[in-house]
């Protein structure tokens, strides 16, 4: 298991985490394509943190003000799919108010996990927590 130490403080970071019940949640806030230093560290803490055994499912949430342009739906869900494999999490949810979390999705295949999107962040942790 790895210890906080492992795991990147998203403190310093322009993204965001929480647990409520057994659902981690990573806040991507207003996104409009991060730094690579970012986005890695993000990968790197969904990574270490989802795939603890407190964590059954996982949300990305993407703030009114992200934007993801084609390479970077792409790039996302390789490395999305990547992840959600390492996790070994049931379910893989993706929550904004526009169509960013339908993009990332369509990019996003993680065999033996179920993989949503949604646009209200309480429909999908009542989703991700079933």
Same mark, same amino acid.
């Given at each position: 298991?790895?210890?906080?130490?492992?795991?990147?403080?998203p403190a310093e970071y322009e993204?965001?985490? $929480?647990?409520?019940g057994s659902v981690g949640i990573w806040f991507m806030k207003g996104w409009q394509g991060f730094a690579d230093e970012d986005l890695e *560290?993000?990968?790197e803490h969904y990574r270490e943190r989802g795939s603890r055994p407190d964590v059954e499912?996982?949300?990305a949430v993407f703030g009114d003000a992200t934007t993801?342009?084609?390479?970077t739906q792409e790039y996302m869900? $390789?490395?999305?799919?990547a992840n959600g494999e390492y996790t070994g999490v049931d379910r893989?949810?993706?929550?904004?108010?526009?169509i960013a *979390?339908?993009?990332v999705k369509s990019q996003v295949e993680v065999d033996g996990a179920d993989v949503e999107s949604f646009d209200d962040l309480e429909a999908a942790l009542e989703w991700a927590s079933a």
């Open positions: 298991m790895a210890t906080t130490r492992d795991v990147p403080d993204w965001d985490f $929480e647990k409520r *560290a993000a990968s499912a996982t949300l993801l342009p084609k390479e869900g $390789e490395a999305w799919s893989i949810g993706f929550v904004s108010s526009g *979390a339908m993009a």
